[in-house]
T-cell receptor, first 113, second 119 residues
Framework: AQSVTQLDSQVPVFEEAPVELRCNYSSSVSVYLFWYVQYPNQGLQLLLKYLSGSTLVKGINGFEAEFNKSQTSFHLRKPSVHISDTAEYFCAVSYNQGGKLIFGQGTELSVKP | GAVVSQHPSWVICKSGTSVKIECRSLDFQATTMFWYRQFPKQSLMLMATSNEGSKATYEQGVEKDKFLINHASLTLSTLTVTSAHPEDSSFYIC???????????????FGSGTRLTVV
């Protein structure tokens, strides 16, 4: 079945520390991968996406992610987090162009001073 | 960038009444709209996909007679929760896809969400 798994429901981290939020997806011939951030009572904002090409994708707010086909992963990383990065992060996948997005369970990133 | 305006941002209604939520694409034509439901501390669950001018496609387990979706124009889609009950209380989010590629390629733009509370 097509699915996305975010391995960590909560990730606490201190300010200025690096962070990695993990995401694995069920394998398919073609995949389109996304990371979104959601602040309380708000919609989703796109951080970055992988459609094709370079496996290292850079997004907004200093985030980046690496597409690893052999491990079916798309982990999100940031070298130094800020308090303002505290939010819910969702990994999502689409298995065809323009098709519906399947979301992971979400990871709550909590940045502490 | 592309913007999807969703209204209202929150609504409280009495049990048994109907509530309409609107999503408008402000600077692009949304040929496809997706409607999601999100419970507290949970992920987004796709409810239905609507294409302009045609009937919505509902996900398994979603009552189409209860959650009426209308996508009559390329810039407006509505979700009506009919005969709402407390268990319908949730956060509803729409997402629009640009069918003409005028915005960021393969972009999905999300509305800001609607917090529905049925009392």
């Amino acid at each position: 079945a097509q699915s996305v798994t975010q391995l960590d429901s909560q990730v606490p981290v201190f300010e200025e520390a690096p962070v990695e939020l993990r995401c694995n997806y069920s394998s398919s011939v073609s995949v389109y991968l996304f990371w979104y951030v959601q602040y309380p009572n708000q919609g989703l904002q796109l951080l970055l996406k992988y459609l094709s090409g370079s496996t290292l994708v850079k997004g907004i707010n200093g985030f980046e992610a690496e597409f690893n086909k052999s491990q079916t992963s798309f982990h999100l990383r940031k070298p130094s987090v800020h308090i303002s990065d505290t939010a819910e992060y969702f990994c999502a996948v689409s298995y065809n162009q323009g098709g519906k997005l399947i979301f992971g369970q979400g990871t709550e990133l909590s940045v502490k001073p | 960038g592309a913007v999807v305006s969703q209204h209202p941002s929150w609504v409280i209604c009495k049990s048994g009444t109907s509530v309409k939520i609107e999503c408008r694409s402000l600077d692009f034509q949304a040929t496809t709209m997706f409607w999601y439901r999100q419970f507290p501390k949970q992920s987004l669950m796709l409810m239905a996909t609507s294409n302009e001018g045609s009937k919505a496609t509902y996900e398994q387990g979603v009552e189409k007679d209860k959650f009426l979706i209308n996508h009559a124009s390329l810039t407006l889609s509505t979700l009506t929760v009919t005969s709402a009950h407390p268990e319908d209380s949730s956060f509803y989010i729409c997402s629009a896809r640009d069918g003409q590629g005028l915005q960021d390629f393969y972009g999905y733009t999300f509305g800001s969400g609607t917090r529905l509370t049925v009392v």
